[in-house]
């Protein structure tokens, strides 16, 4: 008897359907485990528009790049090769995979890409879906495996590993997985995306108004006339309701002292302004974006200072070192497999952030100073 009951308590737990929770539900019980946690970040660009628009922001400010050939016929071939190599997906170019993979590496902390080789020419350069892959180290630190599932569901080491493209942000010595950009943002998007469903919750409840309408003065009768009043004071009240649906105006008309309140009308809507600062503040000092350039106004003036230029600066940089091994390797194949002379260098484009006068003012204050520096030296 005692089984029983202890069963049948067991059963009254609900295992199929859950509470109310916000449409992004797995950034809840998100745990960091090498390597997947990569549905976590793809829900947090789908929720929350101003981490998907700071991924976009750093891929364009990254810019192009040139590559100088020592001969002149190695660098009209390759500028043709660089401008026209198909990259799949309908793209073109090298600006196309150059995009795709710095997205995939910032949301990932790592980007997948292949050369494709077909009569001993490279035919093209495609971007792949790094989350469908496995990374394994190889037999010495220096060396990375890929695996990916073959045509029986199997996962196995891919067998061109020497036309594959890898790149990894902030490595970690534990495993050979990158870092994405969104580490630490899981617990802070959470509470984000709670308050915003909170907020919708509130707005549809205060939209769609429930009223209570509440009947009084028919103490005297008895139960079967009250509840035929109640009827019929129910009845006038959902006609009136469903004219004013229409656009028709109707008067409500009832006998007795009739109050009529609006259902959770006196709870107050809570200011979220404060704490979704707050919370937005650390998602984009993650970032290293200034404010501004994600359509946030929390100063009174919108201009990008020398401080924040110059770090921001320094953070384009670090991400084009971080993929220009790969730029490396396609431009260095492209040419080996053509014949032709494989000595280039890549030159970036500059990033401008500044005012051209605030540059110009600079330069001469440096051509200043070594004037009388030298004039100084000299006497």
């Not at 364009?60 to 043709?80: H, I, M, P, T, Y």
Request: glycine share 8%; proline share 4%.
């Amino acid at each position: 008897m005692k089984q029983k009951r202890k069963n049948s308590a067991m059963a009254a737990v609900c295992q199929l359907r859950g509470g109310n929770v916000h449409p992004f539900g797995a950034m809840r019980t998100f745990t960091p485990l090498g390597g997947g946690e990569e549905r976590i970040y793809r829900e947090m660009r789908e929720a929350l528009p101003v981490l998907d628009a700071a991924v976009s922001k750093m891929v364009r400010l990254c810019g192009g790049f040139q590559v100088k050939c020592r001969d002149q016929k190695a660098q009209e071939s390759l500028n043709r090769f660089l401008m026209t190599v198909p990259c799949g997906r309908g793209q073109n170019g090298m600006d196309s995979f150059l995009c795709a993979y710095l997205d995939s590496l910032l949301t990932y902390g790592r980007a997948i890409g292949e050369l494709v080789v077909a009569g001993g020419k490279l035919r093209a350069v495609c971007w792949g879906d790094v989350t469908k892959l496995e990374v394994q180290e190889g037999d010495n630190a220096l060396e990375t495996v890929l695996w990916g599932m073959d045509s029986y569901g199997h996962m196995r080491p891919l067998p061109y590993q020497h036309l594959l493209l890898f790149t990894t942000m902030h490595p970690e010595p534990a495993h050979p997985y990158g870092v994405s950009m969104f580490r630490g943002m899981p617990f802070l998007a959470d509470i984000l995306v709670k308050i915003y469903n909170t907020i919708g919750s509130n707005w549809e409840r205060a939209g769609n108004v429930r009223y209570s309408v509440v009947c009084k003065g028919g103490e005297e009768l008895d139960p079967a006339s009250i509840q035929e009043r109640g009827k019929q004071v129910a009845a006038e009240w959902a006609r009136a309701m469903e004219d004013s649906k229409n656009g028709t105006v109707r008067d409500f008309v009832a006998v007795g002292d009739v109050q009529i309140r609006v259902i959770g009308g006196e709870a107050p809507i809570l200011d979220s302004e404060v704490p979704v600062r707050q919370i937005m503040e650390q998602l984009v000092a993650k970032t290293g974006l200034p404010p501004f350039l994600l359509g946030l106004s929390w100063s009174t003036t919108e201009r990008m200072s020398t401080q924040q230029a110059d770090l921001l600066t320094s953070e384009l940089w670090a991400l084009r070192r971080t993929v220009e091994p790969a730029v490396r390797k396609i431009c260095r194949t492209y040419l080996a497999l053509e014949g032709l002379d494989d000595r280039f260098e890549i030159q970036w484009d500059d990033i401008s952030l500044q005012d051209i006068t605030q540059e110009a003012q600079a330069e001469l204050y440096r051509a200043q100073a070594e004037k009388y520096r030298a004039e100084a030296i000299a006497n």
